[in-house]
């Protein structure tokens, strides 16, 4: 057998091995694709539940003698405020149910409803006390959380009581009880009750970290490509500083925490929890990466633009500064929106500086204690309540969507500011 | 007057300054050739007016709180000083918190020390403010007089903001030094308490410590072997993942897709590195880990709830992207004649991958590893979430495990003494973990680029 033969013996053999080769590869993308697509459609299909709240409809009696009111009675905001509207909600549901007897399932009835609805009711009628009559107020209040879940997802857990089918399926036949649009979610806080939590603190949580970041790290990053790009001499100095940014950008980000712990906070005093400190620490973190874009778009403005400006007469710091820097703009605001995208989804270097802490309010400034929106993700996904989970999942999905808004802002830079020279 | 006061008007009579001095080099300009235009000599003013005084405001923030706590210690009388020095300390507390809050106290001791605070306090208030006046109008001065126009305002500016672009550079030495220093002292300060040896080379990790003197079973032992055999083994599940799917999606991408599969392919890809890592903890902890315990309850294995196993994947698909874009960056690196060399010869497409451009991009592809493993190290939220507390020295991947970063972040997010061994072993960790991950990627940075000059 010579070699042409062996060859040609061998060569089905290899076909097959070279289509096999190219079918590994092309598994192996989409191996991507499909983790990338069910991390999503998981995401989704967990997030939907939280864009709806059950309401349950009650006649709420605000006639004078059930609020135990005189005929003489001054409606002062003070007296409206003493009303006891828990017992006015538990009062309407009884009328609702007049077949309930027993103190145990009274209590089971009491339960279908938010602990937030009192409140809800009671600054209705604060804000109008004309709302005090014979005619009894026809309401829609939140559905507690376990009542919501069972509701939306028909699925019976732990949690919720025979009883309280039973009552729910009552209610359902008289049409008293839907869903509706959850814009608590949007309008409220945290908050230890589902249906009453919302992102609205850790999005103003988030928008004053990113700002404080945008301050520190947008200056002072453009300044330090600026000079290592245009000005820094070739020396040891300059060297050093180039392997220490190269080596920032891969430090994990948890070590800037630490930083952020020991230096800012034990060393300087900044309060803890505040926008300012995860705003330092979080520009500390994006600075290697605007330096490393910033310098690229420098680079790639043409040197002939810089030596005619040079020839007629600036000096090299107007060359940079009145043509080199806004040519190469658009390139660097690019890398600024996507190291601002990775600041916006970073949670762990915060965890270090107390940004973990149940707060209420919402944030107001950048002393203010203040949660984000990555860091009340990883709070709800801790919490046992399965509407937690809900909420987490959307709060996800706003997170993804700003996101995805920022890249898309960063590629139509790229595609329509950016100048291929 | 305080310090933000103060900064206004330093701000303000930089502004006058500017003016000034712009305005008498125009009118200069009339007589006699200047040697820079106009605007330079009122920015040279106005510098002249503000950076001076802003350094001393900075200067004396930084300093204020050592120089009035001494003022307080002076005031003491000598009784109180021969404390010891925590009591000391303590008594100095609270002379500081009647200072804050505005309260009277009995004690006349407190209240010469408070009396002294204050004389202190707003003598160098008024040191300051007149300082920052002093030099502000010296800069207006200077800026009326002839020699204004005798100086090279263009160099001198040119030279100030040289230095601040040199500075802000600076910032990322400052920061490298910054974390060594926070990390090794606190580090030092734990091995002060803990002895090296046993925190390296300890089987067992309970950072319990005993609160009170006779309480039982928390001695606190600082043994780091299961944190790092916990984290080398989620990182490890997460490169066996990552390595052959993106090693095998950069060369399907470079090598045989086509330019439009590519072009939505690689950016589709790099999504993955876009999601924020908390998104895939959820995910790990919510969906992954529950779907495998399951699985393996079905065949008959017993899986923890927090397996090693759940983490390890998320991670790995997490860095897809990360080892897929640098391998293909290497691939792509390798000259053309060799591909062209490989199939001129006779061999097919695959044998020339494999036999040729895979030898030649190994140590590319082997840094691109490296630096993929030091993120998956570092990697917080995803173990933090979906992996363990306990500490098992373990390497079966169907347990519990947990890792460096989630010890560092379960004993700092406590309310907690800062300066108790249980803390300060968070930042011992934290120095484990920089040392690690920064030897890593020196090595690895230092391998790709030997490997470019080959080729360069």
New interface residues.
Partial sequence: MNNTET?KNSLKK??A??KR??L??????W???I??AI?LF??IT?ATPAFQATEIFLDIPLDPVTLELQADTQLDEETLRAIDYAGLIKKSLRQAFPEVKKRKDKKLLYKLVSSGAEFKLRDMVINNPQLIGNKPLSLWVLADDDVDTFYKLETVTSRIKEQQIGFIDKLKQDDRIRTSFNTTFFTHSDSREPEQAGIRGALMGSFWTLLVTLLISL???I??????EE??PQNKFTD??EI?????A???????G??G???FI?FFGIPRSAPLIGGLVLS?MT??TI?ISSRAALKSVPPSIKEAALGLGA???QTVFHHVLPLAMPGILTGAIIGM?QA?????PL??IGM?AFIVDVPGGFLDSATVL??Q??LW?DSPERAF?AL??AT?LV??GF?AVM?AIAIYLRKHFERRW | MNASALIFIIIGLSLISYFSGRHRASVSAKSQTLIALPKHYGYMTAIWSGLPALLLIILWAMFKPAYLHEQIIQSLPASVILQAQDQLDLYVNSINLAIENGEPVEDPIMQKAMESYQVADSNSKWILTTLVFVIGLSGIIFSLTGALTKVQARVKVEKVIRIFLMLCSAVAIVTTIGIVLSVLFEALRFFEAVSFFDFVFGTTWSPQTAIRVDQVGSSGSFGAIPLFVGTILISLIALIIAVPIGLLSAIYLSEYASAKFRAIAKPALEVLAGIPTVVYGFFAALTVAPFIRDVGQSIGLTVASESALAAGIVMGVMIIPFVSSLSDDVINAVPQAMRDGSLGLGATQSETIKQVIIPAALPGIVGGVLLAASRAIGETMIVVMAAGLSAKLTANPLEAVTTVTVQIVTLLTGDQEFDSPKTLAAFALGLMLFVTTLVLNVFALHIVRKYREQYE
């Fill in positions: 060859v290899r076909y091995r070279e080769f190219q590994y590869g092309r598994m192996a993308v191996t991507g694709f983790f990338l991390l998981d995401i967990k200056p002072v990053g300044a330090a490509a600026v000079y290592l000005f820094a050093f500083i220490n940014i190269n080596n920032l891969a430090v994990p980000s948890i070590v800037f630490l930083l712990l020991a230096v034990n500390l600075l290697p330096i000096s090299h710091m995208a916006l989804g970073e949670t762990a965890l270090m973990v990555p860091v993700i990883y996904s989970t987490t999942a996800i997170l993804l996101l890249n």
